[in-house]
C-alpha cells in the first residue's frame, strides 16, 4: 500500500494505491475484479467523524476489528481515496480479501488539521477581585477546524474581544490576541465601572467566524470612602477669628 501523502489535510482526498503481486513478486495481472478491503486503525475525529474510503463513510469498526468496503481491482493494482478526519498519527492496516501475505498492509499517516471553522472557550473569564481591576481569569480561545481538530498549524488568526452586554462599562487591556499553535490567550483584560454591573458579558470575534461569547460575570461597585483630605482657607488665621476648614471624602475612583 502506498499513498500520495503521509501527512494530509483532515478531511481531505488522499489517494491510497493497493498493490497485489504475484510470488514472482511481479505485479499480478490476474488479480482483477471487485475485492473486499478491511480498513482498520482510523482514530475517530473529536466531532466523532472518522472520514472516509473509496467513497464510503467510515464508522466505529474502522476504529477497532475493521470496517470491510469494496474496492476494483484491475491487473493487480487499485486506487481509492481514503479521507481521514481526525488530525495526528494513525497506522491504517489494509487487509486485501484472497491475499495472505502480508495479512495486513500498513500506513502511518498523520494528517494536518484543516483552517479554522470555530472557536470555542476553553478558559472563561472571572470577576475582577476589585473594582477598576483586570479580570482574575483571562480568556482563552481556541480554533478549531470542522471535525473539532484544534488548529495547532494557525498562528495568524486575530480574535478580538469587546464588550457584549448593554451594563454601563468599559472595556480595558489588550482587546486582541493573536493565535499560537491554535490558541489566543489574553493577558490583560478587564473593566471600570462607576457603579456595581451584573451579567456584564464579553463577544470574541475573528473574521469570519461565528461569534462567540464568554460566561458572565458581576463587576464589583467602587469602595467606600477611601481617602479623606482637609484643607483651610489660611494656615495663618489671626487669633479668635474664623477659618474654614474644607474636609473632603474620595472614593476609590478618587
Same mark, same amino acid.
Given at each position: #500500500?502506498?499513498?500520495? *501523502?503521509?501527512?494530509?489535510?483532515?478531511?481531505?482526498?488522499?489517494?491510497? $494505491?493497493?498493490?497485489?503481486?504475484?510470488?514472482?513478486?511481479?505485479?499480478?495481472?490476474?488479480?482483477?475484479?471487485?475485492? +473486499?478491503?478491511?480498513?482498520? /486503525?482510523?482514530?475517530?475525529?473529536?466531532?466523532?467523524?472518522?472520514?472516509?474510503?473509496?467513497?464510503?463513510?467510515?464508522? #466505529?469498526?474502522?476504529?477497532?476489528?475493521?470496517?470491510?468496503?469494496?474496492? *476494483?481491482?484491475?491487473?493487480?493494482?487499485? &486506487?481509492?481515496?481514503?479521507?481521514?478526519?481526525?488530525?495526528?498519527?494513525?497506522?491504517? /492496516?489494509?487487509?486485501?480479501?484472497?491475499?495472505?501475505?502480508?495479512?495486513?498492509?500498513?500506513?502511518?499517516?498523520?494528517?494536518?488539521?484543516?483552517?479554522?471553522?470555530?472557536?470555542?472557550?476553553? !478558559? +472563561?473569564? !472571572?470577576?475582577?477581585? *476589585?473594582?477598576? /481591576?483586570?479580570?482574575?481569569?483571562?480568556?482563552?480561545? !481556541?480554533?478549531?477546524? !470542522?471535525?473539532? +481538530?484544534?488548529?495547532?498549524?494557525?498562528?495568524?488568526?486575530?480574535?478580538?474581544?469587546?464588550?457584549?452586554?448593554? /451594563?454601563?462599562?468599559?472595556?480595558?487591556? $489588550?482587546?486582541?490576541?493573536? #493565535?499560537?499553535?491554535?490558541? #489566543?490567550?489574553?493577558?490583560?483584560?478587564?473593566?471600570?465601572?462607576?457603579?456595581?454591573?451584573?451579567?456584564?458579558?464579553?463577544?470574541?470575534? &475573528?473574521?469570519?467566524?461565528?461569534?462567540?461569547?464568554?460566561?458572565?460575570?458581576?463587576?464589583?461597585?467602587?469602595?467606600?470612602?477611601?481617602?479623606?483630605?482637609?484643607?483651610?482657607?489660611?494656615?495663618?488665621?489671626?487669633?479668635?477669628?474664623?477659618?474654614?476648614? *474644607?474636609?473632603?471624602?474620595?472614593?476609590?475612583?478618587?
Amino acid at each position: #500500500a502506498s499513498a500520495d *501523502t503521509l501527512t494530509p489535510t483532515a478531511g481531505a482526498n488522499n489517494e491510497v $494505491t493497493l498493490t497485489v503481486k504475484n510470488s514472482l513478486s511481479s505485479t499480478d495481472t490476474d488479480f482483477s475484479g471487485a475485492v +473486499n478491503v478491511t480498513i482498520s /486503525g482510523v482514530v475517530a475525529a473529536p466531532n466523532g467523524s472518522y472520514g472516509s474510503f473509496n467513497g464510503i463513510d467510515l464508522d #466505529a469498526s474502522s476504529a477497532g476489528t475493521g470496517q470491510t468496503i469494496s474496492v *476494483t481491482f484491475t491487473d493487480g493494482v487499485a &486506487a481509492a481515496n481514503l479521507v481521514l478526519n481526525k488530525a495526528g498519527a494513525q497506522t491504517i /492496516g489494509f487487509s486485501i480479501a484472497g491475499v495472505a501475505t502480508p495479512e495486513t498492509n500498513t500506513l502511518s499517516i498523520t494528517p494536518t488539521a484543516g483552517t479554522a471553522a470555530s472557536m470555542t472557550v476553553t !478558559t +472563561n473569564i !472571572t470577576a475582577p477581585a *476589585t473594582n477598576g /481591576g483586570q479580570f482574575a481569569q483571562q480568556p482563552v480561545i !481556541t480554533l478549531k477546524d !470542522t471535525y473539532g +481538530n484544534i488548529c495547532t498549524n494557525d498562528n495568524t488568526t486575530v480574535v478580538t474581544a469587546s464588550k457584549k452586554d448593554a /451594563g454601563s462599562w468599559t472595556l480595558t487591556g $489588550t482587546a486582541t490576541a493573536t #493565535a499560537s499553535a491554535g490558541v #489566543a490567550t489574553f493577558t490583560n483584560l478587564g473593566a471600570t465601572n462607576a457603579a456595581a454591573v451584573n451579567n456584564a458579558l464579553l463577544a470574541f470575534d &475573528a473574521g469570519s467566524l461565528t461569534q462567540i461569547n464568554s460566561s458572565t460575570v458581576n463587576l464589583p461597585a467602587p469602595a467606600g470612602a477611601q481617602t479623606a483630605t482637609a484643607s483651610a482657607d489660611t494656615l495663618t488665621p489671626t487669633a479668635g477669628a474664623n477659618n474654614e476648614v *474644607t474636609l473632603t471624602v474620595k472614593n476609590s475612583l478618587s
